[in-house]
């Protein structure tokens, strides 16, 4: 099985040479306080060490062991308890945290890559920590100062962990049918009851409490949506730092499910349980959004963080295993089979699943760099373009980085023909383990329907074109640098701008036919995959630009890896842009033809 060795180098090219965090993070008061760049690239040391070394040998085990249940009681794999103590000690679950209550106030920029190769090393394992500091974000932006005083610093510590509870049995997607009852009481708070389902880290043996973050209605709530609030209900109550009772939630059982087994999924039970309400009441899902957008970003990096371990095990395994004769020059004559690298279908699986990681990996940088200029710059219109940015991307994010995590896998998986699907080889574990990212987090259907409704349609699409400008711009300052004649570089922006002229396009066709719901609902994943892929297109230009430049004062053979990726990618993979393209030029009237009762 191939051991994980973390991306460092791609890593710390895109945080300084194409995003140039140094300049970015000086600009920012708050960031230049709280980071500069040997402290970022030592910070990312640390957390490669502490993935590959205490992390990923967990992997195998917790997926063969599972998680178990009994009598309500959920047990983590063996290691998994011991493995926490050590993450949270490290001080690790605050990384991004609010320093006024412990956390470490590092950039989201710092925290993606983190979460990165944490999900390559061991999806299951990260779901825990992770839950808990979307929770955090959450209860730090809209929770009392109570609340705040006395969860939070145990919370980024890890001495408690977190859970968030949305689904119910009959009620996923469409959040507006929950059942779950907010009764108040006595005290100033409110009992909490009701039924959960699927709620990962709901129970777990990992820290002594956990402090589930619920959706529930009160007695008077307005129906659907607008009725929901959101409530802070910790599985044993807290009085002064303290746990005092237990109060009245419990897990009723466990799933047994395709991939992550050492995560816990559980039903949960909530009887008169003791809750606090977070924000208002009745805008309970806005509160909740901001750690399910949270959540959204991480789940995109689960797919980055299994693609690349697939891709590396592909690629040590693709140099190793013999088998067949090559042609040209790749090919070595003096043996009897070459090594599978040689063979043209499996360097192009092998190019799909890299381009596919750098690419999401230079796309998430992007995003969280956003997510800190919102967070901490002083310039409301830095602030205002970075707001809109981080809402249109986040559900491209999620939807394009997993359904690419999921291909990624599964070439890596292909590269080692029948091995690949045998347990041992640990790559038929990273296609089920990311399998789910498409899944939850609301579905990666209903990513594409919020970008293409939500974030495109309904507001006609200025947020778009914030994105758009900004990568015409982008050509234009190209087209006048001094890099302007570089022949290889043109190749790639002349590209890029067929490829935003097209989105441009296509985007305007989907204003025009947006007072259709069929047009929209039926189009809206072709739409994200184009946007995805135009995405791309710019990400890849920003990377070749910095790696010509770089390669100026050096000849590390990375740099120019970096551009045969990226031409590989204006090649073989733009193209599908344009495929997404002509299915939404020809219309859902295919799609809704057929009378329901004939499928
Ligand atoms: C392992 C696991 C862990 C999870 N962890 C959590 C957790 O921690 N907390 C939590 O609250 N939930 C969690 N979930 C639940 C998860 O978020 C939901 O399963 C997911 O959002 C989809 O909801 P659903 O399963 O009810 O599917 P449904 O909502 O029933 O959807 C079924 C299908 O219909 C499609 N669909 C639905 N509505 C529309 C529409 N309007 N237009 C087009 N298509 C539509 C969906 O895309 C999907 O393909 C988890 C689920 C799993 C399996």
């Given at each position: ?51 590959s070394t205490l992390i990923a040998p967990l992997n195998r085990s917790g997926d063969e062991e599972g998680a178990k ?531």
């Amino acid at each position: 099985m191939t051991e994980f060795k973390p991306p460092l180098e791609d890593m710390s090219f895109l945080l300084k040479n194409v995003f140039n965090v140094e300049q970015l993070w000086q600009g920012i008061p708050a960031l230049a306080e709280a980071v500069d760049v040997d402290t970022a690239e030592a910070i990312l040391e640390e957390a490669g060490k502490l993935a590959s070394t205490l992390i990923a040998p967990l992997n195998r085990s917790g997926d063969e062991e599972g998680a178990k249940w009994d009598d309500g009681v959920v047990t983590t794999p063996a290691g998994f308890k011991e493995a926490f103590a050590t993450f949270a000690e490290g001080g690790w679950g605050g990384l991004c945290g609010d320093p006024e209550f412990g956390g470490m106030g590092m950039p989201k920029m710092l925290g993606v890559l983190f979460d990165e190769m944490m999900y390559a090393s061991n999806s299951s394992f990260t779901l825990y920590p992770t839950l808990t500091s979307g929770a955090c974000l959450a209860l730090n932006a809209h929770g009392s100062d109570e609340l705040k005083n006395e969860y939070l610093p145990n919370l980024y510590s890890g001495r408690w962990s977190a859970s968030m509870c949305l689904t119910e049995p009959h009620s996923g997607t469409d959040l507006g049918l929950i059942r779950t009852k907010a009764v108040p009481n006595d005290e100033g708070s409110y009992d909490i009851s009701g039924t959960k389902i699927f709620i990962t880290g709901g129970e777990h043996d990992l820290n002594e409490n956990i402090i589930h973050l619920v959706l529930a209605k009160l007695p008077d709530a307005a129906p659907g949506a607008r009725g929901i609030s959101l409530f802070l209900v910790p599985k044993i109550n807290v009085e002064n730092d303290e746990l005092t009772t237990p109060n009245n939630v419990s897990c009723g059982s466990i799933e047994h499910k395709m991939g992550i087994k050492a995560s816990s999924t559980c039903v949960m039970n909530f009887d008169e349980s003791k809750g606090y309400l977070i924000g208002e009441a009745g805008k309970g899902l806005a509160c909740m959004f901001t750690m399910m957008n949270y959540e959204r970003l991480s789940i995109g990096i689960q797919g980055i963080g299994c693609g690349e371990m697939a891709y590396q095990g592909g690629a040590e395994y693709a140099k190793e295993r013999l088998q067949s004769k090559g042609v040209g020059p790749l090919r070595d004559k003096t043996k009897d089979a070459d090594p599978i690298v040689v063979h043209g279908d499996v360097r192009r699986m092998l190019l799909t699943a890299r381009a596919n990681n750098e690419g999401s990996r230079a796309f998430a940088l992007y995003i969280a760099k956003q997510l800190d200029v919102a967070k901490f710059s002083n310039e409301p219109e830095q602030v205002a373009k970075a707001n809109s940015l981080v809402a249109l991307l986040t559900p491209v994010a999620k939807a394009f980085f997993t359904d690419l995590g999921f291909e990624s896998t599964v070439l890596g998986q292909q590269v080692y023909g029948g091995h690949g699907y045998i347990r041992e080889w640990g790559m038929e574990q990273l296609v089920r383990d990311v399998r789910i990212a498409q899944i939850y987090e609301g579905t990666n259907g209903i990513q594409a329907l919020d970008l293409i409704g939500r974030k495109v349609a309904a507001n006609q699409g200025q947020d778009y074109n914030v994105f758009s400008d900004e990568v015409k711009a982008f050509i234009s300052t190209f087209e006048s640098s001094a890099q302007a004649d570089n022949l290889r570089l043109v190749a790639m922006v002349e590209q890029l701008k067929t490829s935003i002229a097209s989105l441009d396009e296509l985007t305007q066709i989907i204003l025009e036919r947006s007072g259709d719901g069929n047009e929209l609902n039926g189009n809206a994943v072709d739409y994200l995959n184009a946007f995805g892929y135009a995405s791309f297109a710019y990400m890849w230009c920003m990377t070749s630009l910095s790696a010509v430049e770089a390669q100026a004062s050096s000849d590390n053979p990375y740099f120019e890896n970096k551009l045969t990726v990226a031409e590989f990618f204006f090649a073989r993979l733009l193209p599908k842009q344009q495929a997404y393209t002509n299915s939404i030029k020809a219309g859902v009237e295919s799609i809704m033809a057929m009378p329901n009762d004939m499928f």
